[in-house]
């Protein structure tokens, strides 16, 4: 199951030995969505880092960007309590054309069995 998480998640080392997972994508096609699936994902890395031998002493935060041209994935972040960081200007580069894009954060605090996704 880690092998499957590492390819869409990322576990990085910070300063002051904290540890922060990077989402770097979650995508749902639109036939799917608002069935619950994205939220489950985001449990369920939780969980997976609160269990790793590793991360699971360590890991503090999530963090992740969002393009600000991506509407349902910032509804998606904010329904889920991450927090707006801030904008960062052009930082993606996409067919040549820059975009803007928004840094998400939220804390991990909880139990596995808190039911609270990445709380």
């Not at 300063?15 to 995508?27: F, Q």
């Not at 998606?76 to 803007?100: C, H, M, Q, S």
Request: include cysteine; charged fraction near 30%; aromatic fraction near 16%.
């Amino acid at each position: 199951m880690w092998q499957a998480f590492k390819s869409a998640f990322s576990c990085r080392e910070r300063r002051e030995a904290r540890t922060g997972l990077y989402i770097m994508t979650i995508g749902v096609i639109d036939e799917c969505r608002k069935w619950g699936i994205g939220t489950l994902l985001l449990r369920e890395a939780n969980n997976l880092v609160i269990k790793h031998p590793k991360f699971g002493k360590t890991c503090k935060f999530v963090y992740l960007h969002v393009a600000t041209y991506n509407e349902s994935g910032i509804r998606f972040y904010d329904r889920n309590r991450f927090t707006k960081v801030k904008r960062l200007e052009a930082w993606y580069e996409i067919f040549g054309k820059p975009y803007d894009a928004l840094l998400y954060y939220k804390r991990i605090e909880g139990e596995e069995s808190s039911g609270e996704v990445c709380s």
